[in-house]
């Protein structure tokens, strides 16, 4: 009994983590209700949406509003365009909880996705496995690592692969983006990791999760998820 106990504290403790999961929008309003509404139908309620207006021209900002008249955990911010990085930086800045989560606004979870993913044994980078959708195809990205690992081997993972690896080289890239993935507040801002411009770089989600990946130490992957 005292060991189930401690569990369910632990399990209760975690839980009660704040998600900052930062949205930026596009001229996306074919797409946003159904990220949305897969966002606030979570499981696990105890969520931050922000959600950036980068400068759409289209009903995008309003269906934003809309959502956020509705449920008070979504906040919209409404901005020139800025592109997607520094957008990313602006909902870094404003975000308040514990995580932070970045969603692309055509993009959804499954249900349960964050509740298992928070269940799970503590780290610095929680990363869990998607699938890609087009028109005709779903292509999953699952990561062959189940578990936790050193820092230091999802970052040489992230640069590329090696050896065994090299057997499925369709998933060279399933580790490198900045989404399906649950990043620390505290080390995102205590040691200023941030976006670059694409003007700058050509990939900046795989920049920032090397950076990231330099000052945190565990990280758990899992195959759950879209």
Not at 50 to 79: E, M, P, W, Y
Not at 112 to 135: E, G, H, K, Q, V
């Amino acid at each position: 009994c005292y060991l189930l106990f401690i569990y369910l504290f632990y399990v209760f403790k975690r839980i009660m983590k704040k998600i900052s999961i930062i949205i930026p929008c596009y001229n996306i309003e074919n797409y946003i209700s159904q990220c949305l509404e897969s966002v606030m139908s979570q499981s696990y309620s105890n969520l931050e949406i922000i959600c950036i207006n980068d400068g759409s021209t289209d009903k995008t900002l309003h269906l934003l509003q809309d959502f956020a008249s509705k449920d008070k955990r979504v906040i919209v911010i409404d901005q020139q365009n800025m592109g997607l990085s520094a957008t990313r930086n602006v909902g870094i800045q404003k975000s308040t909880g514990e995580y932070i989560m970045f969603v692309d606004a055509d993009d959804w979870l499954d249900l349960d996705t964050l509740a298992i993913c928070m269940t799970s044994s503590p780290a610095d980078l929680i990363c869990f496995s998607y699938n890609r959708i087009f028109t005709t195809e779903v292509q999953p990205r699952k990561f062959s690592l189940n578990g936790n690992f050193d820092a230091e081997f999802i970052q040489r993972r992230v640069l590329g692969l090696i050896g065994e690896e090299l057997k499925d080289p369709s998933q060279a890239d399933s580790l490198v983006t900045a989404w399906a993935k649950i990043y620390s507040s505290e080390l995102i801002k205590v040691n200023q990791v941030r976006f670059t411009d694409t003007k700058l770089i050509g990939t900046e989600d795989l920049l920032f999760n090397i950076q990231y990946l330099e000052i945190a130490k565990k990280v758990l992957s899992t195959n759950v998820g879209n």
